[in-house]
């Protein structure tokens, strides 16, 4: 979102402290941009939020500017005059420090044109359709948010977190309160930037105003409101065109309409559904609500206890959402061979009792997710706990072949064929061989 870098552990703390969230069981980042899961909303008719397009302040000032203009030169760098600017926001009332912004949403979006050193009406037509108005203002929001990287709310701090900002509100439907906004920025700021102890008092103090004017400008643009209570939640234009922006970044942000089509699968359909890619992991915490955790645990290892390793990918992701309370049957699993490692693992990370691992064991949970990778599609792969690549990598394929898995010498030849890594490709060969060997030997 707008060039901007999500602090994952910082929004999920203050998106479960906000909502009152169960808390999630602790996870690594592996890339900078990790597809993030966000609540379903419930998204305004078309029509509806099409009508109230013309009404943001923004958009009804760039409409105005556009007609003030009418067809006059503007410089080199396409932008008004001083002297013009000047007259603009007088006569039309725009404040002078938000009139740069609305004279590149005007341009950008095609209400003016500039050619040859002129300004005039552009080809946008503003009879729309529903549809073509939507998109217009999925683009008015594209400016405003590419504006964060100049300098737009004019708070360099509040710019840079900007896009973690949003994303926070948007995961908030009842609005988030102001300090807490600001401490989320502050926190994220401390931890990307490391200013020390005195900038950070500094900017302790100057953030709360920043913020206000920076809410001020976002209200301004139509994206964000006060509610009754006093909190800020996006409008509905702005949940809109925040989850359009979610959608493009490659996160899951899905409406409730979407998620309520999985609610009522049996776990084998959504366990499917998982695989193919057809559900993300945001139709998983609706699935969930609807029965006890025990039963629906009881189901998925049941599942996973003689399925394929993309299907256990995708029941681990499921019970990466459940906690103590599905514990039952997560120890029956110990008693089967193909759950036994994964139930393990979940009761350790939850603290409770648990077999320890060997080294042998995580081998092969690292083989049954890359086996996984073979079955997966879409989201569902991103979530599995895939080994990193290097000589961490090489040094666990050389592993791999000792270990008891139905899909190791699968894994090696996958390796070997679409690994980028010289090293790792010629470590997988020379694995599969020797797994091959072994098999046959065990076959003899």
């Known amino acids: 979102m707008a060039n901007n870098v999500f602090d994952l552990a910082e929004l999920r703390k203050l998106i479960d402290e906000q909502a009152a969230l169960p808390p999630r069981p602790p996870q690594e980042t592996r890339a900078d941009h990790e597809a993030l899961t966000f609540p379903p909303v419930q998204l305004a008719p078309d029509a509806e939020l099409a009508a109230q397009v ?76 529903v549809e073509a108005t939507l998109e217009f203002w999925d683009g008015v929001v594209m400016d405003v948010l590419d504006r964060a990287d100049e300098g737009l709310t004019g708070s360099a701090v509040v710019d840079e977190h900007l896009a973690e900002m949003l994303a926070t509100i948007y995961s908030v439907r009842s609005g988030v309160a102001v300090a807490n906004l600001a401490r989320g920025i502050l926190q994220s700021h401390e931890v990307a930037c490391e200013p020390g102890a005195v900038p950070m008092r500094r900017l302790a103090a100057s953030l ?43 996160h899951d942000a899905p409406t409730t309409a979407e998620v309520e089509v999985f609610a009522d699968l049996s776990a084998a359909d959504l366990v499917e559904a998982l695989v193919k890619g057809a559900a993300s992991q945001s139709a998983v915490a609706g699935w969930l609500e609807r029965r006890p955790p025990e039963q629906a645990a009881r189901e998925l290892v049941r599942i996973a206890a003689d399925g394929t390793a993309g299907q256990r990918g995708a029941v681990g992701a499921i019970l990466e959402e459940l906690g103590p309370e599905a514990e039952a049957p997560l120890r029956e699993a110990l008693d089967l061979p193909l759950t036994r490692r994964y139930a393990a693992s979940w009761l350790h990370i939850r603290d409770l009792d648990a077999p320890p691992l060997s080294g042998e064991d995580h081998t092969w949970l690292a083989v049954d997710s890359l086996a996984a990778l073979m079955h997966l599609s879409g989201q569902a792969a991103d979530r599995l706990d895939t080994p990193e690549p290097g000589e961490d990598l090489v040094r666990l394929i050389d592993e791999m072949p000792a270990v008891d898995h139905p899909d190791t010498i699968a894994v090696l030849d996958m390796l070997a064929t679409a690994h980028d890594d010289p090293a790792v490709v010629k470590a997988a060969r020379k694995a599969a061989m020797k797994a091959r060997s072994l098999a046959h030997t065990k076959l003899g």
């Open 208 to 250: 709360p105003a920043e913020l206000l004017e920076a809410l001020s400008l976002l209200g301004y643009c139509g994206l964000v409101e006060q509610t009754g209570s006093g909190r800020t939640a996006l409008t509905p234009l702005g949940v809109w065109a925040i989850r359009r922006d979610l959608l493009r970044e490659g």
């Open 54 to 129: 013309p009404t943001v302040p923004l958009v009804a000032d760039a409409i105005r500017l556009t007609g003030w203009t009418g067809s006059r030169a503007v410089t080199p760098d396409g932008l008004l005059a001083d002297a013009d600017a000047a007259a603009a926001a007088a006569e039309l009332g725009i404040d002078p420090a938000r009139l740069r912004l609305v004279w590149i949403v005007a341009v950008n979006t095609g209400l003016l044109r500039i050619m040859r050193g002129q300004a005039s009406r552009g080809p946008l037509s503003l009879r729309l359709t």
